[in-house]
């Protein structure tokens, strides 16, 4: 079988008396794209900072592709290949399309030290005309990313993070607020990306988890409710009865 590419062992986070991550175990195998559902406060994003070395666990490990990076800074599990988005939308409004993304790849080529070499920002070049080919933002390259659609900065958000070239990518609801021709548009990009990166992706909208995703993990009060492939969540008892929603059968309805 092949090593997984993220194990997590025993992970607990608790806020106060919350205990928002309660000893959840994973494994994530690579060349599958993975989503992770669940309502509000079930732990997602949470989860999401402590892999990325945002929020410091409680207990437990993590291992990314055989090193733990438990406790680890945040810049040095990037320059391992782990990067994300954030929920939150944080692009540099007053610049271009092509200088936020500059500015991530500049930090993965290190060029930000006065003494570095010329080659260096040409590299860093390169990798941003790549990233605009990847996301499909070529065309507004010189646009200030304060003027774009909500659609495209959600694709600049994911740039950023694929500037620094990771192997694995953390999306955090990149669909959230789009309309349908955005989120089309949108996952069809995050579906090619798939094919050369590793992707996990939170996401709230159903439709779009269960089109995207090969496995699909649901997470509810801190905890695993149940992993699985798309169809076997979706007929999973517990899954809909906690998340999805459990509809009354006819003979169970007084008014039938």
């Not at 500015?103 to 605009?132: K, N, Y």
Request: charged letters at 25%; one cysteine or more.
């Amino acid at each position: 079988m092949t090593a997984p590419m993220l194990e997590i062992d025993n992970l607990t986070k608790r806020f106060g008396g919350l205990v928002a991550l309660d000893h959840v175990t994973l494994d994530f195998e690579p060349d599958v794209l993975h989503a992770i559902i669940g309502p509000n406060g079930a732990g997602k994003t949470t989860l999401f900072n402590t892999i990325s070395g945002m929020l410091k666990s409680d207990s437990g490990t993590v291992r990314f592709r055989g090193t733990d990076i438990s406790g680890m800074a945040p810049h040095r599990i990037s320059r391992l290949g782990m990067s994300r988005s954030l929920q939150i939308k944080s692009v540099f409004d007053s610049m271009t399309v092509a200088e936020n993304l500059w500015i991530a790849a500049q930090a993965r080529q290190g060029v930000m030290h006065p003494f570095a070499s010329r080659s260096r920002f040409g590299r860093t070049a390169e990798r941003v005309d790549e990233v605009l080919e990847q996301t499909g933002l070529s065309g507004l390259r010189s646009v200030p990313a304060g003027t774009l659609s909500y659609g495209d900065v959600a694709l600049l958000e994911i740039g950023i993070a694929l500037a620094t070239g990771p192997s694995l990518l953390l999306l955090d609801e990149p669909i959230c607020g789009m309309g349908p021709a955005e989120t089309a548009a949108t996952v069809e990009k995050i579906r090619h990306l798939a094919e050369s990166v590793d992707i996990i992706v939170i996401e709230h909208d159903m439709p779009v988890v269960f089109d995207l995703a090969d496995r699909i993990t649901v997470m509810a009060q801190g905890g695993i409710l149940a992993r699985g492939a798309p169809d076997e969540i979706a007929n999973n008892a517990a899954v809909r009865e906690a998340y999805l929603g459990e509809e009354e059968d006819d003979e169970d309805d007084p008014d039938a």
